[in-house]
């Protein structure tokens, strides 16, 4: 049902493996979710991409847990069905509990509301926010 | 500008100080930002809001810093242009450091972009991210 | 600023001043909004946009109040600071009150904060919602 | 499927139970939809965004039908599928017709088509839109 | 399904009738998709969005191709899924290669992107970018 | 405003300027605008948003100009100010004319209303979409 199709490892050109190898390895585990099997009809994306997350995601500032709900938030925000899958699965993986993910959907929740309220009040940003 | 006006504390009327004293007691803070100068027209939802969100951004689960990198994070996603510059204040009054803010901006801008590619190439859901 | 620039009715064509008299006439006004001058520098959209929503505007199944508040809920939920000007104003001048106004904003505001959290927990759809 | 399942009546706790119930004597009906059972994993939260729907869903300046049909429109400008559904089939209890729905449609879709060509022309905001 | 069913052309008024003869006149096709099969329940909307989209999606000074393109992009960045699918379909049949489909994507994914990058570092917009 | 500030060509570090450098090279244009002079502050993001940005808007199966009006059709739907300006510019300056402009403007229009039109129905997605 992906638009071009999804590229098991055993098709895949060395190119796309060499991807799928440095993700199991990156990540600690033996399987390649469908995300990377649609971007892979497209190497040179799935390679960008795939850097592009393993230098975003890695322990900085922040740390790695912080990022995944970061990343649910976001997913959660633009209604992606995918990536909430995904992203909530990674943020369990990387230590989310119940009650974590729980106020995170509070947080979420209730950013979303205050958004609106903010704007459809037309309210003029505060001096004190626009100085440095 | 702001529809219908912002309400100052001197002109409120107690049931609105009420919620601006226990704003200001529970930020250790000494004035009111427009958003909620801009909600006190409307006392029922000045009040609500204001009780959901102390409710939701105490610490918990989830420290006060994580929450506000989450609220960042949702408003930035969502192009309120009043939110971003009134939670990027409060992250930073939280703790967030520049090192921090650019880390967060980075997965922001990761997860919109891979919010699009999973929805553009329809990706199914893997089975492992459906079953609990 | 506007990309294209506005076009006043001195200037206008014959064919773009025929639209700005069916807008006024229709609103019973003797002014163009920005909108309309910036589409007028494509005839057949500003035409197109036009009847489309003299059409969908008028009194119908709903009453033009209640099709100024949908307009608003809709511009508020996507951060359009020009839509959300302009139908404020036209919602007040179709009858809006002050208090209709803060009901509106409480509604908008709670959709958009029960939508992610519907979506954050990825909740299945009732039966009952899917028979018709 | 839900991301921490759906608390069914029989397993719930008295504090859970106690929402549910108002939930059902306050719609007049005898079921709980599958939105409350899977925020039921978090009692705050059920119970805070339940008390703040009773409060903003009751009638006020804009009547039950009326904010029924704000809600469906905001849930179909963010694409949140469980809310369409949920929320069409509670405008329809409230008294929504076919002709209604039709003409609500038809107000979301326009509004999201003049957001864009709104922003899209970087049309400035009239001056007597600014002013109160 | 669908919220008011689909009607099918031996069903259909000879209103509906004309308008769907003149979409498979128009696409050279010999059958008509959902979309259209619920828009019938309101044959008003139903005629006015076939003209409107007969109109903007003809050749002009962009050609067909580009604009099914730009419209899968809309798509994509509001996660519309039946959009998606069935201008992914519309696009590929007025030549969309598999090589233009991944390049389609790396934009709207980057342009979704930076989209939040500039509005999450609050960017003043250049001078040079206001004057015409 | 910015919120870390813009960086100055004169006062940036060697690795910053090198970006900028190929920046102007690559563009064959002597200023830099404030998306990367913000970016700058995280010379990480700066590089990698660049060479992403690089790659995916050289000439490839689609051509610069087609690229430059699907960013402008994103930047659009998400309602970004910033991008909505740069992008408009960067399309001029790829050869979209006047006329461009308005059939992007109603594409993007159009693709934005029957987004809604097709997730307010519950359209279904035709059987002949899902199969490759």
Not at 66 to 80: F, H, P, R
């Given at each position: 049902m992906a638009t071009l199709g999804l590229i098991e490892y055993k098709e895949a050109s060395s190119e796309v493996r060499a991807v799928y190898d440095d993700i199991m390895l990156t990540r600690e585990t033996d399987w390649i979710n469908n995300f990377w099997k649609a971007l892979a009809n497209d190497p040179v994306t799935l390679r960008r991409t795939w850097e592009s997350i393993k230098e975003i995601m890695r322990p900085g500032a922040l740390d790695p847990l912080?990022?995944?709900?970061?990343?649910?938030?976001?997913?959660?925000?633009?209604?992606?069905a995918y990536c909430i899958?995904?992203?909530?699965?990674?943020?369990?993986?990387?230590?989310?509990?119940?009650?974590?993910?729980?106020e995170l959907m509070a947080v979420v929740g209730m950013a979303n509301e205050t958004n609106r309220l903010a704007s459809g009040y037309q309210v003029e940003i505060d001096d004190r926010f626009l100085s440095r």
């Open positions: 912080t990022k995944e709900l970061i990343y649910v938030a976001v997913s959660v925000s633009n209604q992606c899958a995904s992203h909530t699965a990674a943020a369990r993986k990387a230590g989310m509990t119940d009650a974590m993910f729980a």
